[in-house]
Structures are given as structure tokens and as C-alpha cells.
């Protein structure tokens, strides 16, 4: 191929990477944020330090999303943890017209119904929040320390199905992170794959 | 099928394959009877409603068609027994299958158990494969489905003393689904399965195969899935087995399945600080090249990979993942260079020197 030619074939070859929201590293400062809430209050990370923050980004439609909330799996870890003190924010990342987008009235009912206990639920339609953390999937977990430091970043256990016998016999990765935490141990499992749904941000 | 050809009255065409998902009762296994000068105005009219997604007035039309098929059907298998009373022949009518099974379609997929060959030999290995037909526009997913998503699992019910091996995955194709990068299937694919066949096997019966198969196929949505397949072969004791139908697919297949890098190239992987360079040396100037890990979260799927200019091979530049925490020290992955030239790369990971 001659000199030309392969040139050209380089040249389309090297696109400009997207511009990447900050990048998100376990043991790094967690990105602060503002969001609002389903009742209209703007949530901001940083008056939460001092206590264990988790982050949740769902999806009602999405067939793992429902896998932990049809079994009570999610409703379970919200009440334990924030039982503990845990500050809990489920995040909905889903734009207009997307699979999971939501106005706050219909979450709340959903909320209701469900006898779910986050703290609160942000609503993230821009996709602002999602893209500062690159929430891939629903679920999706970060786990933030009192020190605003990021200690989890993954899936919610070790099970990637929608196979609900599968939640009995998993490891829980929040349960297992915020326990060692609590304790002053360092993190096992630190990472994993975040398996659902992709997370439906505006095209 | 039949020692004479059907003459006057009616005349059999076969429904669309996987074209009307919503209403799955409508399948390519039921054959659709009705007058001749009729069946291509039927046809026409299938195709309409099928495209007319979920109105009741498409799903009611559709069931009256169905419905005259099936007085047809029931017309003809009158008359066929009177004609042969030849229960094999009206079985092959009814079902549109000489092997007892046929394929099953669920919502955006039509998926079945196939054989390269059309018997099994004692102590031979014979390729099966899972079969898929996606809806257009869905997809289902490869070993490492990247960002999001979950590929297909089996479980084999097996006859004793046979046994499985594990999926050959063919090289996948990258998938955009929300600035996420997934790997995976579009269309068609064949999951290819080794099933060796016990040297002890007796008797003459055939031999059946059962599968229940789950998968994940998305497109905006992810819609989870499952079939239960089945596959009987004859077994053939002596002689050259002959070739199924599918010979083709798999022979497709093959050519997509990774092969091992031939021993007169040279592989490398360096890690700088953000990324892998990935070195291929073939031993010529190699114009396009793909690289799909094969271990999640070490490489950032939805990152453009980089080519790079090699005297000899080609240079990818791969983005490290995010949640990539530790020093990698193998690199292994699936790349395509070309149709038909994917190749598996295992390789330590060396520090830059640069």
C-alpha cells in the first residue's frame, strides 16, 4: 500500500478519544456533586462527609433492576445500611423518552410501593451525575467513605443474572464493603464488573 | 415429501420466519394451506400485519388466517389419509421437521440445536451449535459482553456417558449502545458446541440432545430469555458421516473462531501509564486491526482503539479501564485483522520503556 494511502488509513484510523468526564478511581477523592431530589431538594455530596455515602443507579424496567426489587434484595440492603447510619441515593440516570426516565411523583408512588428506604432518590435525566461517575449499568454501586473517599465501584454481588434464585447464594459486595469499612479493614473486593442494563442516557 | 405433487385444491406456503415477534404463535414450523390462486395475496397480507405491531384489528386478522390454515390443514390430512395413510408423511407435514424438532421463537429471537453431521458415531466427537436468528436491530452477547449486558448459558441434559465441552465463541462485533461499548451478535450467530460421544454407546435408537438455553437480547431494552431445545440424531456405527444441512454455517463459523497466533510472529504488550500498545508483528503491513478483551474491566471499552503504523504488523493503543486497580500482568484478548483472520492473544504485559 502505497505512502499515501496508508496515511490516509492512519489518519481515520486516530479519532479524538470523547471528551471523558473526570475519571472515577477507588482510593481517589470521590467527585463532589449537586443533584435534586424526587421531592426538589438539591442533595450535595459534601454535606455528607463524616458518614458512609451509596450510590445506586436504577432502572424499574430493567429486567436486573427488578431481579433485586421484585425479591426485596434492594429494599433489604437500603434498610440495613441506612438503618447504620448509611447515607443511601438511588440515581436515575435515564434521559427523556429513555427506558427507566421517571418525573418525581411517578418515583415516589414507586417508592411507596416498592417499601424501598433510600435516603433519597436523585433525578439525573441530563445524565450529568451518571457521566461524572460512568455509571455503565443499573444497578451500579459506588460506595464513598466518611472521608469522601471512593472505596467500591461495581456490581451489586457476584451473580450477573436476572435469575432470582441466583441473589440467595451470591456475595454482596455493598454488604461486604460497607461491613469491612465499618470495621477499619481495607476492602476486599474494591472493584468488579457492574452488570445490567446499560444505563440509558440521552443518544 | 409426497409420491405425487398436491394438485388442485390446495396448496401449502411456509409463514415468514421470525417476522411476526410480537405474536409468537405465528411461526415458520406451521404451514400455512390455502387456495393457490390465493396463497400470494395471503402471503402479502401476513407481511402486512405482521408490520402493524400490537393493533388488535392485525392480531385478530392474523388469528382468523391462522384459523383457516388450520380447517385446511385439517382438509388435507382428510384427504392425505385417504390418499396414503402414511402417518410419517402427515408427522413431517404438521411439524416441518425430519429430525423432531423444530425451532423455537421467542419474543426477538428464533434459536434451535443443530449438528454439523447428520448422525453420531461411538467414541467420535460431533459439533453441535446453538443456533440464533435475531430480530433485526437486537443483539446478544459474547464471552466478555463489555459494558453491560450477559451472554448465553447452557445446560446440557445429555445422554449417559456423553459429554459437552464448553462454547466456541466467535469473534463478536462491537456494539454502541449509549456511550457504552458492548460485545456481541447481530443477526445470526452459531455458538458452537464439542460433544463427544461415549466408545461404549449401544443400541440403535437415536440419540437425543436437550439444551435449555438463557440469554440476555437487548437493543434499547434487554429483554432475558430462555429455550428449551432438542436435537435427535441416528447413530451411524461405520463409514464416513455425512454432512447436515447446517454444513455451511458452521464452516462460517469456523473461519471466526480465534486461532493460535502462528509461531513466526511476534506479539507484545507494554503498559504506559494510561494505556496498553499492543504490538502484532505478522511479518507484513497489516491495515486494520480490532482488539475484544477477553477479561472485563481492563481495557475502556467505549475508548476508540488507537492504530498504529508497524513495518511488520500493526500497533494498537488500548485505553486502560477506569477500574483497572492493580499492574496487569497477562493481556489476553480476540483480534481481528481481517474476514476470517481472528486470532487469540495471551501475552505477559511488559513495563514501557519509554
Known amino acids: 500500500?502505497?505512502?499515501?494511502?496508508?496515511?490516509?488509513?492512519?489518519?481515520?484510523?486516530?479519532?479524538?478519544?470523547?471528551?471523558?468526564?473526570?475519571?472515577?478511581?477507588?482510593?481517589?477523592?470521590?467527585?463532589?456533586?449537586?443533584?435534586?431530589?424526587?421531592?426538589?431538594?438539591?442533595?450535595?455530596?459534601?454535606?455528607?462527609?463524616?458518614?458512609?455515602?451509596?450510590?445506586?443507579?436504577?432502572?424499574?424496567?430493567?429486567?436486573?433492576?427488578?431481579?433485586?426489587?421484585?425479591?426485596?434484595?434492594?429494599?433489604?440492603?437500603?434498610?440495613?445500611?441506612?438503618?447504620?447510619?448509611?447515607?443511601?441515593?438511588?440515581?436515575?440516570?435515564?434521559?427523556?423518552?429513555?427506558?427507566?426516565?421517571?418525573?418525581?411523583?411517578?418515583?415516589?408512588?414507586?417508592?411507596?410501593?416498592?417499601?424501598?428506604?433510600?435516603?433519597?432518590?436523585?433525578?439525573?435525566?441530563?445524565?450529568?451525575?451518571?457521566?461524572?461517575?460512568?455509571?455503565?449499568?443499573?444497578?451500579?454501586?459506588?460506595?464513598?467513605?466518611?472521608?469522601?473517599?471512593?472505596?467500591?465501584?461495581?456490581?451489586?454481588?457476584?451473580?450477573?443474572?436476572?435469575?432470582?434464585?441466583?441473589?440467595?447464594?451470591?456475595?454482596?459486595?455493598?454488604?461486604?464493603?460497607?461491613?469491612?469499612?465499618?470495621?477499619?479493614?481495607?476492602?476486599?473486593?474494591?472493584?468488579?464488573?457492574?452488570?445490567g442494563c446499560s444505563v440509558k442516557y440521552a443518544r | 415429501m409426497l409420491a405425487r405433487p398436491l394438485q388442485g385444491r390446495l396448496s401449502p406456503f411456509l409463514l415468514p420466519r421470525g417476522r411476526c415477534p410480537r405474536l409468537p404463535h405465528v411461526s415458520a414450523s406451521r404451514i400455512v394451506y390455502c387456495l393457490p390462486h390465493r396463497a400470494e395475496s395471503t402471503h402479502r397480507k401476513i407481511m402486512t400485519l405482521c408490520t402493524n405491531h400490537n393493533t388488535r384489528s392485525a392480531t385478530r386478522a392474523i388469528a382468523d388466517l391462522v384459523e383457516v390454515s388450520r380447517r385446511n390443514n385439517a382438509a388435507l390430512k382428510r384427504m392425505l389419509r385417504r390418499a396414503y395413510a402414511t402417518p410419517l408423511v402427515l408427522l413431517s407435514l404438521a411439524s416441518g421437521a425430519r429430525d423432531g424438532t423444530s425451532p423455537v421463537s421467542s419474543l426477538h429471537a428464533k434459536t434451535e440445536l443443530i449438528a454439523e453431521k447428520d448422525s453420531i458415531q461411538p467414541g467420535q466427537n460431533s459439533w453441535l451449535g446453538l443456533h440464533f436468528e435475531l430480530e433485526s436491530g437486537w443483539h446478544i452477547y459474547w464471552i466478555n459482553p463489555g459494558d453491560s449486558g450477559e451472554p448465553p448459558r447452557v445446560q446440557w441434559l445429555l445422554p449417559t456417558g456423553f459429554r459437552a465441552g464448553s462454547i466456541q465463541w466467535p469473534a463478536p462485533q462491537r456494539i454502541e449502545d449509549h456511550s457504552l461499548v458492548d460485545y456481541g451478535y447481530e443477526g445470526e450467530a452459531l455458538l458452537m458446541v464439542p460433544v463427544q460421544a461415549p466408545g461404549s454407546l449401544a443400541g440403535t435408537e437415536p440419540v437425543k440432545f436437550e439444551a435449555t438455553v438463557k440469554w440476555l437480547v437487548c437493543r434499547e431494552i434487554c429483554i432475558p430469555e430462555r429455550a428449551d431445545l432438542a436435537l435427535s440424531l441416528p447413530v451411524q456405527r461405520k463409514g464416513a458421516r455425512k454432512q447436515s444441512h447446517w454444513q455451511e454455517l458452521f464452516t462460517r463459523t469456523r473461519a471466526r473462531l480465534p486461532k493460535q497466533v502462528p509461531n513466526d510472529w511476534r506479539v507484545t504488550a507494554l503498559s504506559e501509564k494510561d494505556r496498553f500498545v499492543l504490538n502484532i508483528e505478522t511479518g507484513s503491513l497489516e491495515p486494520q486491526a480490532t482488539f475484544f478483551p477477553l477479561e472485563p474491566n481492563q481495557i475502556e471499552n467505549a475508548s476508540p482503539q488507537e492504530l498504529g503504523r508497524l513495518a511488520r504488523g500493526v500497533r494498537l493503543k488500548l485505553r486502560k479501564s477506569d477500574q483497572l486497580l492493580r499492574p496487569l500482568s497477562r493481556l489476553k484478548g480476540v483480534v481481528e485483522l481481517g474476514p476470517g483472520r481472528v486470532y487469540l492473544i495471551d501475552v505477559p504485559v511488559l513495563a514501557s520503556n519509554s
Request: charged share 20%.
Open chain 1, 1 to 195: 500500500m502505497d505512502r499515501l494511502a496508508w496515511s490516509l488509513l492512519l489518519a481515520s484510523g486516530v479519532l479524538l478519544a470523547p471528551p471523558r468526564a473526570q475519571a472515577v478511581h477507588v482510593g481517589s477523592p470521590a467527585p463532589d456533586f449537586t443533584a435534586t431530589d424526587t421531592y426538589g431538594k438539591t442533595e450535595q455530596l459534601s454535606e455528607y462527609k463524616g458518614k458512609f455515602v451509596v450510590l445506586e443507579w436504577h432502572n424499574r424496567e430493567c429486567p436486573y433492576t427488578k431481579k433485586h426489587y421484585s425479591s426485596g434484595n434492594m429494599q433489604a440492603l437500603q434498610k440495613e445500611w441506612t438503618g447504620k447510619g448509611v447515607v443511601w441515593f438511588t440515581v436515575i440516570s435515564s434521559a427523556p423518552r429513555q427506558q427507566g426516565y421517571v418525573t418525581a411523583e411517578a418515583e415516589n408512588a414507586y417508592v411507596k410501593q416498592m417499601k424501598a428506604s433510600p435516603t433519597a432518590v436523585l433525578l439525573d435525566p441530563t445524565g450529568k451525575l451518571g457521566h461524572l461517575y460512568s455509571a455503565k449499568t443499573t444497578p451500579d454501586i459506588f460506595i464513598i467513605n466518611p472521608q469522601g473517599i471512593l472505596i467500591y465501584d461495581g456490581a451489586i454481588d457476584d451473580k450477573p443474572t436476572t435469575d432470582l434464585e441466583d441473589i440467595a447464594r451470591a456475595k454482596n459486595y455493598v454488604s461486604a464493603a460497607l461491613e469491612e469499612a465499618m470495621a477499619g479493614k481495607e476492602v476486599a473486593v474494591a472493584t468488579s464488573r457492574p452488570y
